[in-house]
């Protein structure tokens, strides 16, 4: 069975920084992309960012764009989202998704969702 | 203010069928770009129903189906049961957005 557990998440000051890290099992990590999704307690979700099967390439929305950092380890099985200069408004619940395929494309969905991780940006 | 819309609630009773809409513009669901459902039951992660438009992974009951024309999508349950009960997002690509996956703000649905 697939199976995405996040940890990292925690109260962060404003302009701080925090690494979120997704440990994958149950799939062959390399063959998919991946995804972060975010959902503010009680509303709705949030595309934040994707990567391919390889990490070379990223995507991000424009809310964290340039200062939200994913990567992945294939050696470790883990997916990764570097938050630097948090804001109050990223405080959310962050879920690590899978792709369906390899690539990672705008169009697509995500199959498979860990339980997620609450940031929340205080201070 | 969500790029697709969706109504905040839908309620049915046990048994019976209910629908709910996604309504986008021609810069994401007009444009012919798929919509894909989610289900996410209360204090869980959320869950792919269908992609595609229209294809359910497997597991997921023929209860559930999706539909799109024009500019709007839907999703479909009938049978309607207790374990329904659940908010449900639709999720489509917008490319008016830099490019970007768009989801809407959700429909709980109550089974009465």
């Known amino acids: 069975d697939v199976q995405l557990v996040e940890s990292g998440g925690g109260v962060v000051r404003p302009g701080g920084s925090l690494r979120l890290s997704c440990a994958a099992s149950?799939?062959?990590?390399?063959?998919?992309?991946m995804s972060w999704v975010r959902q503010v307690p009680g509303k709705g979700l949030e595309w934040v960012s994707g990567i391919n099967w390889n990490g070379d390439s990223t995507f991000y929305a424009d809310s964290v764009k340039g200062r939200f950092t994913i990567s992945r380890d294939n050696a470790k099985n883990s997916l990764y989202l570097q938050m630097n200069s948090p804001r109050v408004e990223d405080t959310a619940m962050y879920y690590c998704?899978?792709?369906?395929?390899?690539?990672?494309?705008?169009?697509?969905?995500?199959?498979?969702w860990g339980q997620g991780t609450q940031v929340t940006v205080s201070s | 203010q969500s790029v697709l819309t969706q109504p905040p609630s839908v309620s049915g009773a046990p048994g019976q069928r209910v629908t709910i809409s996604c309504t986008g513009s021609?810069?994401?669901?007009?444009?012919?770009?798929?919509v894909h459902w989610y289900q996410q039951l209360p204090g869980t992660a959320p869950k792919l129903l269908i992609h595609g438009d229209s294809i359910r992974p497997s597991g997921v009951p023929d209860r559930f189906s999706g539909s799109k024309s024009g500019t709007s999508a839907s999703l479909a349950i009938t049978g309607l049961q207790a374990e329904d009960e659940a908010e449900y997002y639709c999720q489509s690509y917008d490319s008016s957005l830099s490019g970007s996956r768009v989801f809407g703000g959700g429909t709980r649905l109550t089974v009465l």
């Open positions: 149950g799939f062959t990590f390399d063959d998919y992309g």
């Open positions: 021609r810069s994401n669901i007009g444009a012919g770009f798929d």
């Open positions: 998704a899978r792709e369906p395929t390899s690539g990672w494309y705008h169009f697509h969905y995500s199959t498979d």
